[in-house]
């Protein structure tokens, strides 16, 4: 059986690093920040508020999905974050030869711009939730992965997320 990768998605402020990391800590898998992989140009664009481009995106979801795919060949499950906003965005990344299954940080605007109001350091600014929101996909019936509310504290969306690993 290939190695699974969970990939953490939803639009910013949803806490994709916050329940990752205790994730991969429960499951003692490896943990991978998507926001790292970016390349220098794609964080300078979003630090003055531009939003990315589908352009923008394809060689950073490619670096994400050989990433995933170099772990799985090693036989390591991974979590991993990204927002994976459109499906044509979670295709991509399922091409890694890996059991890639998403877990999709859901809230509403009003929480999220509020958590977004109390972040500091990080390089997406509250300006671009909009534009994310706007971008969002949910996840298709077809899609394999589930749907979590981020009002839920972490350790319940973890405990939820283990729960149906085997689903």
């Keep these: 059986m290939a190695a699974t990768s969970l990939v953490v998605m939803g639009v910013s402020g949803s806490g994709k690093s916050t329940v990752a990391k205790l994730l ?36 950073w979801l490619r670096t994400l999905r050989d990433w995933i795919g170099e772990q799985a060949a090693a036989g390591k499950s991974t979590v991993v974050t990204c927002s994976a906003l459109r499906r044509a965005y979670r295709d991509l990344l399922r091409e ?54 981020v009002a839920d504290a972490p350790e319940d969306i973890v405990d939820a997320v283990v729960a149906r690993l085997d689903d």
Excluded: C, Y
């Design 96 to 149: 890694a030869d890996a059991d890639v299954r998403f877990v999709h940080l859901d809230g509403t605007r009003e929480l999220i711009a509020e958590r977004l109001a109390h972040r500091s350091g990080h390089f997406m600014p509250p300006a671009l939730l909009d534009s994310q929101f706007a971008a969002l996909e949910p996840l298709g019936p077809d899609e394999a992965g589930i749907v979590v509310d």
């Design 24 to 59: 991969a800590g429960r499951l003692g898998w490896p943990f991978a920040e998507g926001d790292e992989f970016h390349p220098e140009a794609n964080v300078a664009k979003m630090r003055a508020g531009v939003p990315l481009t589908d352009a923008d995106r394809e060689p």
